[in-house]
């Protein structure tokens, strides 16, 4: 399978809640995970809102990198009804782009 340059490995500042930070290189579908993430902001994703095959599994690896990520359990109607997850990125993320990234 061919790589998408657009999600190669990204350098990311990740500040957690207790004010310390760290460089993370993300890649692949947990970069865009990630990026979803950070452009929802407080409203959080869903995988119904933001479809992907495995997002437990990307909040799964970014929480192992030391991403902040709150877990929402959320009810939903019809014909299907049960629940889902809501993910909200609780530590600051800060994409390092070009000299920043040395």
């Known amino acids: ?16 809640s207790n004010d310390t930070s760290k460089t993370v290189v993300v ?8 990026e979803c993430l ?12 933001t479809p992907g095959p495995r997002w437990s599994a990307y909040v799964h690896s970014l929480r192992e990198m030391g991403v902040e990520i709150e877990t929402i359990t959320e009810t939903h109607s019809g014909p299907f009804k049960g629940h889902h997850a809501r993910y909200v990125l609780r530590s600051k993320v800060q994409h390092i782009k070009g000299e920043d990234a040395q």
Not at 3 to 11: E, I
Not at 27 to 34: E, S, V
Not at 38 to 49: N, S
């Open 38 to 49: 950070i452009a929802a902001g407080e409203r959080g994703c869903t995988p119904i809102d």
């Open 27 to 34: 890649i692949g579908r947990d970069r865009w995970a990630l």
């Open 1 to 16: 399978m061919a790589q998408n340059p657009v999600w190669g490995a990204a350098p990311f500042k990740v500040t957690c």
